[in-house]
């Protein structure tokens, strides 16, 4: 199983950007996939979810109306559009099945919300 995360960055407080999970190593298609944040000092949270097929989503309560979670099973990949960006979004972003299916991690991506 191999996750690569990318698109970080250091983005200015309402700004955008998109972020890209490549996955492999395991049918993409019949897992729910999410994103997982860990902002220094803290646990890491779920994000976002989507279901297997992209008919539904989830959001945890801090982005919802802010950030969009989808995915192209065609590609084997999800992504996370980002607006409206604010300095508690910084973090290092993971994408991983729903529930964690497969015990491991990929290296994540840095997000940095600054002015």
């Known amino acids: 199983v191999q996750l690569v995360e990318s698109g970080g960055g250091l983005v200015q407080p309402g700004g955008s950007l998109r972020l890209s999970c490549a996955a492999s190593?395991?049918?993409?298609?019949?897992?729910?996939m999410s994103w997982y944040r860990q902002a220094p000092g803290k646990e890491r949270e779920l994000v976002a979810t989507i279901t297997r097929f992209g008919g539904n989503t989830n959001y945890a309560d801090s982005v919802k109306g802010r950030f969009t979670i989808s995915r192209d099973n065609a590609k084997n990949m999800v992504f996370l559009q980002m607006n409206d960006l604010k300095p508690e979004d910084t973090a290092v972003y993971y994408c991983?099945?729903?529930?964690?299916?497969?015990?491991?991690w990929g290296q994540g991506t840095q997000v940095t919300v600054s002015s």
């Open positions: 190593g395991f049918t993409f298609s019949i897992y729910a």
């Open positions: 991983n099945t729903y529930r964690l299916d497969f015990g491991s």
